[in-house]
Protein backbone atom coordinates (compact mmCIF):
# COMPACT_ATOMS: atom_id res chain seq x y z
CA UNK A 1 0.00 0.00 0.00
CA UNK A 2 1.39 3.33 -1.07
CA UNK A 3 2.36 6.26 1.57
CA UNK A 4 1.42 9.87 1.12
CA UNK A 5 4.33 12.28 0.39
CA UNK A 6 2.56 15.09 1.80
CA UNK A 7 -0.79 15.87 4.54
CA UNK A 8 -3.99 15.76 2.17
CA UNK A 9 -7.59 16.94 3.36
CA UNK A 10 -10.08 15.23 2.11
CA UNK A 11 -14.03 15.58 2.51
CA UNK A 12 -15.07 11.89 3.60
CA UNK A 13 -18.10 10.70 1.71
CA UNK A 14 -19.38 8.78 4.80
CA UNK A 15 -19.71 11.37 7.17
CA UNK A 16 -19.10 14.57 4.79
CA UNK A 17 -16.76 15.95 7.12
CA UNK A 18 -13.35 16.98 6.30
CA UNK A 19 -10.29 14.35 7.14
CA UNK A 20 -6.59 14.77 7.43
CA UNK A 21 -5.16 12.48 5.99
CA UNK A 22 -1.07 12.66 7.29
CA UNK A 23 2.11 12.57 5.32
CA UNK A 24 3.40 9.38 5.74
CA UNK A 25 0.48 7.43 6.43
CA UNK A 26 -1.31 4.65 4.55
CA UNK A 27 -4.77 5.59 4.52
CA UNK A 28 -8.03 2.71 4.39
CA UNK A 29 -8.50 2.00 0.90
CA UNK A 30 -12.27 4.59 0.14
CA UNK A 31 -10.12 7.50 1.49
CA UNK A 32 -7.35 6.47 -0.69
CA UNK A 33 -9.11 6.52 -3.51
CA UNK A 34 -10.33 10.63 -2.71
CA UNK A 35 -6.58 11.65 -3.47
CA UNK A 36 -6.64 12.44 -7.01
CA UNK A 37 -2.93 14.09 -7.21
CA UNK A 38 -0.24 12.13 -8.08
CA UNK A 39 2.43 14.17 -6.17
CA UNK A 40 0.78 13.41 -3.26
CA UNK A 41 1.74 10.26 -2.95
CA UNK A 42 5.33 8.75 -2.06
CA UNK A 43 6.80 6.48 -4.81
CA UNK A 44 4.72 4.33 -6.77
CA UNK A 45 0.76 5.22 -6.60
CA UNK A 46 -0.95 1.88 -5.50
CA UNK A 47 -4.12 -0.05 -6.54
CA UNK A 48 -5.90 2.53 -3.94
CA UNK A 49 -4.97 5.80 -5.63
CA UNK A 50 -7.26 6.18 -8.68
CA UNK A 51 -5.51 6.41 -12.21
CA UNK A 52 -5.64 9.38 -14.35
CA UNK A 53 -8.71 9.62 -16.51
CA UNK A 54 -8.17 8.83 -20.17
CA UNK A 55 -8.90 11.28 -22.44
CA UNK A 56 -12.39 10.27 -24.54
CA UNK A 57 -12.54 10.86 -28.13
CA UNK A 58 -10.08 9.56 -31.06
CA UNK A 59 -8.20 12.05 -31.90
CA UNK A 60 -5.93 14.69 -30.17
CA UNK A 61 -8.46 17.55 -31.98
CA UNK A 62 -11.17 16.39 -29.61
CA UNK A 63 -9.58 16.91 -26.69
CA UNK A 64 -7.86 20.69 -27.59
CA UNK A 65 -10.41 23.44 -26.14
CA UNK A 66 -11.42 26.18 -28.32
CA UNK A 67 -9.57 29.20 -27.73
CA UNK A 68 -11.39 32.03 -26.24
CA UNK A 69 -13.16 35.01 -28.00
CA UNK A 70 -13.21 38.44 -26.50
CA UNK A 71 -16.13 40.43 -27.38
CA UNK A 72 -15.32 43.22 -29.93
CA UNK A 73 -14.46 46.98 -28.05
CA UNK A 74 -16.95 49.82 -27.61
CA UNK A 75 -15.75 52.94 -28.36
CA UNK A 76 -14.77 55.36 -26.21
CA UNK A 77 -17.61 57.45 -24.71
CA UNK A 78 -15.64 60.30 -24.11
CA UNK A 79 -15.53 63.18 -27.17
CA UNK A 80 -13.84 62.47 -29.93
CA UNK A 81 -12.07 64.53 -32.97
CA UNK A 82 -14.62 65.54 -34.83
CA UNK A 83 -17.13 66.30 -31.84
CA UNK A 84 -14.04 68.88 -30.43
CA UNK A 85 -14.93 71.84 -33.14
CA UNK A 86 -11.29 72.02 -34.47
CA UNK A 87 -11.80 72.60 -38.49
CA UNK A 88 -7.91 71.85 -38.50
CA UNK A 89 -6.66 75.55 -38.97
Known amino acids: MAKLAATVYVTDPDTNQTVILEAGTSPE ?4 ALVTNPAAWDG ?3 DTAPAEP ?4 DDDADT ?9 KRPARGR ?5 GT ?3
Open 64 to 72: KQAARKTAA
Open 54 to 57: EPEG
Open 29 to 32: ARLA
Open 80 to 84: TTAAE
Open 44 to 46: KVS
Open 87 to 89: SGQ
